[in-house]
Structure formats: structure tokens, C-alpha cells
């Protein structure tokens, strides 16, 4: 038999169907065996579970409302400082504008460093240069060649 | 006359100390036994039912009175519940063998004893723990269903409102759970 009500079991047995949905599910239980069989099993299940639910712990119910209290007073008053304390909000401030100060300032001294152009590209990977591209870019290339050339010297004697 | 729930939480929006301490007084318990249901901690289901009542004196004022008091507030802590576990921290529970760390008693073992009519045969206690072991070991939503119905007493249409899903999905969760929990009463 096609459509067994399953889901409507439990609602059927405890009485919560509208009137035409517990008609029809009715009808079914008297046509149906596995069905009827069935409720009556949610009925037994549903009468145990509900003779049988455990007992939660004792609590002392002036301490439980004690505690409530303290926590909700402790709440109340952090949501308070938040907004009404001035200290920590000007504090707040004063370290934004000092980090914002930094960030500017840092961006004035470190000037942005340009891009190679090719002929430099090309000379630094043959003569192994850029690693001392900070000594290249500030020389003229056609006319400091040699200084290039003997490029390794002179980066010695500076770590020296 | 007593002032219903809903007139108590509009006056809890309005900062009335009096109402919120009436609000809670009623629902302390409930929330508490509903919180340890789901996390089956008593420490945690303290600190979240009393999250929960911090809540609702924080968003009281958002309390629209469409749905009933208990409905709305019940909605708080049963989000709560189900996320701290879903963070993980109850998750030891799970394992049906997890020995608790300091007693080293495994769950069976720690579960309470439940309503049991004296007379009962041990092996009906151990049937009906086993039961309530089941219905621990059910999916978040499905056990937060169960609870709801069995234990709290909530209508389909209510338990769809505290889990904010629809009355099919409900039935849906319910027809799962009971299927799982028959095979565990089949099997004792």
C-alpha cells in the first residue's frame, strides 16, 4: 500500500493532527497492519520516554540566582566601560594616529625604487649584477662601464 | 492577577529588575532541566541557562509578543545548547564508551537513575537508561525534537518555532529519532 503515513505517527497518537488529517490517517491504520503496528509501537515509545526521563542534578536555586545576578551585573558594566570610559577611547586614538604617522612618514623616506630598464636587465644576469643593482642604478651606464666591470673590487672593499 | 510572561519580559525592555528576577524565578528550573537534557553537564547547563536569561534581559525589547514568551525564550537557550556543542565541548558525551575522566565510570554508567516504579525489574531500569543513552546519542536536532516533546511538553507547531523550522521537518526529526530509538528497544 502506497503513502504510509510514517511521519504522521507520532503527531496522529499524541492528538495533533487537524480533523481531516486524522481521518485519513485513520483510515489507513484500519486498512493497514504494518501501520497500526507501528503507532501502537510510537505510543509505547512515547509513554516510556516520557515516564522515564531523567532527573537533572540538584542546583540550589538562590545560589543559581546569586550567580545569575553577579554575571548579569558584570555584563551590564563591561558594555558601560566600553562607552563611557574616555581613557582608553583617547589612548585609542593617540596610537592610530601614531601608527597612521609612521606609515606616512615611511612612505616620504623610502623613495619608490624604478624599475630596471632592459639594457640594465640584460647587463646585470651577464656580469651577475643584480646583486649590486643598488650600485648600478645610480651610475650612467655607457659612461661608467669600467667602474661596472670591476664591479666585484669595489663591492669587496665596501664590505670590507 | 498574576502578569502573564509576555507582560513580564515588555517590562523587563523597560529595565523593571522586578520583572526580570518574576521571569526568571519561573523559568530557572525549566531551563536549567531543558539545558542539561541537551549537554547532560550540569556545570554547562548552568552557565548557559543563565546565558540564556542574560540574553533575554539584553534583547527583551526585541520580544515582538507574536509568539508565546515560553516559545521565544526557549528558542535562546536551545541555540545555545546546540551550538556549544556543536563547538565541540560536549562532544566526550558521544562516545558511548568515553570513561569520565575522573570517576572513570563509562556513560552508562554516569546516566541518573531514571523515574522507575520500585517494583520494575533491574533489567527495565537498564532498558529505559539505555533509552535516554539512545536519545544522547541522536542527531543535534532530532534529540533537541525528542526533548521538546517528551520532556517539555511542547506541540509539533511550538517545537517548530523554538527549532525556527518548519511542522514537516519537525515530524520529520520525530519520525527519524523514534525509528532509531525502536531498534535500541528492539535490541534490549
Known sequence: ?160 | MEPTDEVLCQRVANRDEAAFDLLVARYQERAYRLAWSILRNAEDARDLSQEAFIRLYQSASSFAGRAKFSTWFYRILVNLCLDHRRKGRGWRLWLRDEPDPDSGESLLDRQPAPFADPVDALGRERTLTKLWVAVDRLAPQQRAAVILQVQEELTTPEIAAVLKCSEATVRVHLHRALRTLKKTMETS
Not at chain 1, 623613495?111 to 643584480?130: F, H, K, Q, S, Y
Request: neutral net charge.
Open chain 1, 1 to 160: 500500500m502506497a503513502n504510509h503515513p510514517e511521519t504522521e505517527l507520532g503527531p496522529y497518537v499524541r492528538g495533533e493532527l487537524a480533523p481531516s488529517e486524522r481521518e485519513r490517517v485513520a483510515r489507513h491504520l484500519e486498512a493497514c497492519p504494518d501501520c497500526r503496528q507501528d503507532a501502537e509501537r510510537v505510543r509505547a515509545l512515547l509513554t516510556e520516554l516520557g515516564h522515564s526521563v531523567p532527573v537533572a542534578p540538584a542546583v540550589n536555586w538562590g545560589c543559581y540566582r546569586a550567580e545569575l545576578r553577579l554575571k548579569l551585573d558584570a555584563r551590564r558594566a563591561r558594555r558601560r566601560a566600553w562607552w563611557s570610559r574616555p581613557l582608553p577611547l583617547a589612548l585609542s586614538a593617540s596610537l592610530a594616529g601614531v601608527l597612521l604617522f609612521f606609515a606616512v612618514w615611511n612612505g616620504w623616506r623610502s623613495p619608490g625604487v624604478e624599475p630596471m630598464t632592459p639594457e640594465e636587465a640584460i647587463i646585470g644576469r651577464r656580469l651577475d649584477l643584480l646583486r649590486q643593482y643598488s650600485v648600478v642604478e645610480r651610475l650612467d651606464l655607457l659612461e661608467e662601464f669600467d667602474v661596472i666591470r670591476s664591479l666585484d673590487q669595489l663591492a669587496g672593499t665596501q664590505e670590507g
